[in-house]
């Protein structure tokens, strides 16, 4: 079993830029799947990371042609897209195989998938695709894990989502540039990766207005063509990485970034009291002593990221005073509780809420897991600011968001190492 293995207590300083967004990148991935005019699409900013190497198996196992020119840099060709089928051991690697069904839809009039795998974060549905998928025309049927859909024609209407679900938007945004006539999707989730993938479409040639707002309007069906687009930055990462100077008392410059994207984060940090700066495509984080927040609640954008509990969790394990925690978008994202609290935070949890209590030190000498992506993010934070060795199980979870973390960490001053089993 691999492990990441950190030696802790330094505050970290140095630059960095931020990866380019995995929560764009791989709707953007799927999307490709609508281009039937045989020429390249070229994705530049593609982070290196797990889920983006899965999605590139799935792509190839339809039949798309992917180059990987390296830096980032990704050629897809999807001229010879045969087949509909995406193979259960793909489906089960991560959630957004789901991303498949609206685009492979559109183009071949059918797909058979399997339920998504990914984190095990708590209860993640996917009825609202269906549902909206189905509002298009689809007829779908549903065997065990096994999901069949088929459409000759895909049909607009008017999609009114009863949350507005980031993956079912994205996923009704791409079957309807291959549908007849304009479909309108109500109460649509406004994240900046929707509006990314807006951005990317109507660059091939789609016909699409209002990401960013509750209303997207499409205009199908649409014929697209090739050429290159570069993803938006991570703004998960990017947080992350703010809060990393945080909780070692740091001093951090980060580039390419936007940090529009991150308001609701960085002011909850300034109000923890960390110092940052910020610029048109940068952002400065220096670490000070830290104080506890009355109440951090997870919302939909442009609320706080659910993406960004976990870490916020660990920096203010450390900070003076009483924190809360609210956990409003998913049920079963607080598993990474138990793991802070064995390097010695003092943590309680009910439901979906979470209280800290701030201590001066955390534990050196402990072995923790990584149960999901964020959790491992978080518990690499805590180990970041402990005197002493950590040592953190399960880091291929952290590997589907981050992109080489350690190494990262280790260019800002961090005795930060991963040890490999063979």
Known sequence: MDKIVVYGGRPLTGELEADGAKNSVLPIMAALILNDSGEDIVIENAPNIRDVRVM??????????????GGGCLVFNTANITTSSIPLSLSKEMRSSV???GPLLARLGRV????????????RPIDLHLRGLRALGARIEEAGEYISAASPVLKGGEIHLDLPSVGATENVM???????????IKNAAREPEIVDLQTFLNFLGADIRGAGTSTIRIKGPSLLRGGSYRVIPDRIVAGTMLMAAGITGGNILLRNVIPRHLEA???????????IEEGE???????SRLKGLDKVKT????GFPTDLQAPMMALLSLARGKSNIYEEIFDGRLKHVDELRKLGARITSKGNRAEITGVAKLLPGKVVKATDLRAGAALVLAALAIQGKTEILHPEHIDRGYDNLEEKLARLGAEVFRVRSF
Do not use: H, N
């Open 299 to 302: 919302q939909a954008y442009p």
């Open 99 to 101: 991303f498949i069904m």
């Open 281 to 287: 495509s940068w952002l400065r984080a220096r670490g």
């Open 56 to 69: 590139c198996k799935i792509l190839m196992s339809l039949g798309v042609k992917v180059t990987d020119r």
């Open 112 to 123: 058979q998938v399997y339920g998504p795998g990914g984190c095990a974060i708590g209860s």
């Open 265 to 275: 984060v960085i002011a909850k940090l300034r109000e923890a009291g960390m110092e």
């Open 174 to 184: 791409m079957a309807a540039v291959g549908a007849q006539g304009e479909t309108i």
